[in-house]
């Protein structure tokens, strides 16, 4: 098995990635309320916790409902 074999299943987990990334990002940085910790906390936990797993929790535990 070779990259070119599972480009096409990495591709799309790629830009999902990166799309919850931005929106996380954005969420974060343009409100000032959170359910569980700080923005330093949530940046960090996106940016530099765990890929996936960082957006998907920010949207689960951090973000507030308005």
Partial sequence: ???????PFLIPLAIAQF???ILA???ILTHKHYKLGNR???????IIGMQFIGP???FLLG???A
């Fill in 40 to 46: 330093t906390l949530w940046i960090l936990v996106v």
């Fill in 56 to 58: 998907i929790l920010y």
């Fill in 63 to 65: 973000k507030e409902d």
């Fill in 25 to 27: 990002l954005r969420h």
């Fill in 1 to 7: 098995m070779n990259l070119t074999d599972i480009l």
């Fill in 19 to 21: 799309a919850l990334l």
